[in-house]
Structures are given as C-alpha cells and as structure tokens.
C-alpha cells in the first residue's frame, strides 16, 4: 500500500505533461499601493532611428539616447532634475528609453558668478531653491566654499527674488555699534564646514566676563526659549536693527528696559547648545541677518 500514491503521483504528473500548456497572456508591470495591487501601463516609445540619421536630426536642445542611457544618468551629465526631463518630453512610466530616442532638453538655462562675500546658501536664497537642489546641479556639496567670478548654474525652478541680495561683507549701515566684549572671534558670520550658517560671531571669554549693550535701544526679549541660544537677550536699536546676545550666564535686564551703549546687561556663560563659555552675537536689519563686523 505504501507504493500506491507515488505510482499515482508520477501518473498524474505525466499526464499533465502530454497536454498542451495554457497561453500565458502578459498584463503589464504591477505597481502595490496601499489600495492594493494596480495594473501600469506601458506608454509605447515613438519609433527610433539610426543613431546616424537621429544626430542628423538633432535640433538645438536636443539630445540622443545612446546605449546604457537612462534618466538619471542623462539628467545628472546635464545638471538638471529627472522630474524636468520627463515633464520636458511628457515621458509616461516605467520611463523606459531606447537607444537612438531624441529627447529635448529644457532651455532658459541661468547662470550666476559669485561676487565678494557670497555662498551656496546666500545665493539659493536669492533664486527661491533650496541649498541641496544648488550644490547637486553644480556637482558641488552644500559647505563648498566658492571663489569670486565662479560661475554656478541655477536650476531651471529658480524664480529669483526681486529683493536685492548685497553680500554680507560689504553691507553699509549708518548705525555704528561698540563690541559687546573684548575677546578672541572663535566663530565667524556665514556658511560652516557641516553645511549650516552661523547668523552671528561667536566670541570666547572667561565665564564671568561683562557683556556690555552695543548700542542705545530698548531691550524687547530676555529668555530661553529659543533652543539652541540658552539664555538670550535681544536689544532693538534705531534704524530696525536687532542685536542678540545669547549663552549668557548671568542676566541683569529686563523686557521693555532701555539701555546705554556700553551699558552691563550681562555676563558670559555657556548656556544652550555650547560647551565653553563665549558669547554669540547676531545683528539682524529687520529680518535679514547680516555679519556683526561691518557694523564696529
């Protein structure tokens, strides 16, 4: 009896063999969403040529698709984004090219050279992109340091600010302010090596040390609830200028308190998000930080 069912095994499984396999018919790519399983279709390519007779027939902006090619390969050798070249040549998914396609590329290219005192971040700024977008279209990482006369290319979603952007270090002001404290510059104003911007100075001085109002104006927030800053004061001044002093130790104003350059108001600590005693200080004219050192 134990021989019976692999004898009756081996019989069915012949005779599935001796008959004629079913018609496989192929219902396209599948794509599992959270809505479940959703048929894709696959846009037809338009008939391609000959890589001779198709570079015959490049226009300008135009490019061949040649052998390997694909859409993130092509858009990272033109520095633009996968998105504008499908959307250029209304592409449908998978996205999938063939060697001899022409595909065109989008024109307006804009381009930027770096004046005195500007970075990657001012300069995405000044177009409306974001830092990541810059650096990637100019194979550059976002701490790249620029020099004067480099020519960055914008991406082709910049929609440049009408506001003009005047580089940090040649900002003129009519308001002259006194240092807050005598000490050594551990921290200057702009883009650091990690890929953030300073907004301020960071000064180092023994923990004690008297930091004194930069000028006349009324203080209008004394706290810590700004993360990062500890204990912070902020002094407005004429003209719409903002001074910030922030790690203090000891404060010794108050809100709505008007002061005197020169005047204590407090004393150095390392409060917040440093671990030895200095002092940051920010000046802001209105909303737009600018570098301390342009204002002694």
Do not use: W
Request: net charge positive; with cysteine.
């Amino acid at each position: 009896m134990r021989f019976i069912f692999p004898i009756i095994t081996l019989l069915i499984f012949l005779a599935s063999c001796s008959q004629n396999s079913a018609p496989i018919s192929y219902k396209g790519h599948i794509q599992y969403t959270k809505n479940g399983a959703k048929p894709i279709n696959i846009a037809k390519t338009k008939p391609t040529l000959t890589p001779a007779k198709a570079k015959e027939k490049l226009k300008t902006n135009q490019i061949l698709v040649n052998n390997g090619d694909n859409l993130y390969l092509i858009a990272k050798k033109h520095k633009i984004t996968t998105r504008q070249l499908i959307d250029r040549n209304d592409l449908k998914p998978p996205y999938m090219l063939q060697p001899g396609q022409i595909l065109e590329l989008p024109d307006n290219r804009k381009t930027h050279v770096v004046l005195n005192g500007q970075s990657l971040t001012l300069i995405a700024r000044k177009y409306n992109v974001s830092l990541s977008e810059l650096a990637q279209v100019n194979n550059l990482k976002t701490n790249s340091n620029l020099k004067i006369g480099d020519v960055l290319i914008i991406p082709y979603n910049a929609k440049p600010s009408h506001k003009k952007i005047i580089a940090s270090n040649i900002f003129k002001t009519k308001l002259k302010l006194a240092k807050p404290l005598d000490g050594k510059i551990i921290k200057n104003f702009g883009p650091d090596k990690n890929g953030t911007h300073n907004d301020g100075i960071n000064i180092s001085a023994p923990l004690g040390t008297d930091i004194k109002a930069a000028a006349d104006g009324k203080i209008v927030y004394v706290g810590n609830e700004l993360r990062g800053y500890g204990n912070l004061i902020i002094i407005k001044h004429s003209g719409n200028i903002l001074t910030a002093y922030a790690h203090n130790n000891e404060i010794i104003v108050a809100k709505n308190q008007n002061v005197k350059q020169g005047e204590k108001i407090a004393t150095v600590g390392s409060t917040g998000n440093v671990s030895a005693p200095q002092l940051h200080f920010g000046v802001r004219q209105g909303r737009k930080a600018v570098n301390p050192a342009n204002y002694f």
